[in-house]
């Protein structure tokens, strides 16, 4: 069948329209598909895919080396199958490309402290609040390394602040309340973890720790209010409990 003029003029537009592509919409290209891999690789992390989320950003780093998200984002995954020694690599990739990264600074003293290098940890917390003096999870993971290094009045400062700055957060509350027992500040100790069992009442290690600081300061019969509130949420709690109670000793979640 014969083709008129028009027709394969039509064709001949269409071929060379398609074929110009500037340097620029390809650069565009390129980083609009790295943003989608790495979209993609964010909602396998969240569903504890994290092979695949690896070879998504992969391929999104590959598409733009300068991509700091991805690299933070690759670093996490790496943490979660516990490849901390990649995850470090990849973390301290994105704080070179955006030395602000406060996030990448937390999580590297996250990955840090997983390896017990606390030093490294401490820097690592530390240069993130240098970034952000307000961020509360950098401060309760600070708080959290000094407990670990058995520093209780320099993990108190920083869990102060962390509570502070976010009031509701159980873990901080009951690592606080903790930090106050072991200088023998009971009442500070048992004001947190009041705290803590209101915002959690299902927290069985929150309500049993309760009930040891209640006996801590000879208040019997709030460490037998405790035991009535742990019997129904775990009785071999509640059992250790009654038991210090009544032979007038007393136990720490440590000695389960």
Known sequence: MRRTALQVCLMMAFAISMAVVSPAQEIANEKRAAHIYNAQA????????YEGAIELLNQAIRLR???ATAYYNLGTAYYFLDQSA????????A??????YTEAYNQLGVVYTNLAQYERAIFAFEQSISQNPDDPIARYNLGCIY???KDFKAAIVELERSV????NTVEARINLGFAYSRLKRYPAAITEMRHAVRLKPQDVEAQFFLGTLYLLVKERQSA?????AIKSLNPQFAQRLYDAIYQNRIVTVANQ
């Open 164 to 167: 502070r700055l976010q009031p």
């Open 224 to 228: 037998l209010t405790q035991y009535e």
């Open 86 to 93: 990649n995850a470090v690599i990849a973390l301290q990739k």
């Open 42 to 49: 964010v909602t396998e992390i969240n569903g504890g895919r």
């Open 95 to 100: 704080i070179k490309l955006y030395p602000a």
């Open 65 to 67: 080396p300068d991509f």
């Open 147 to 149: 407990i670990r290094l």
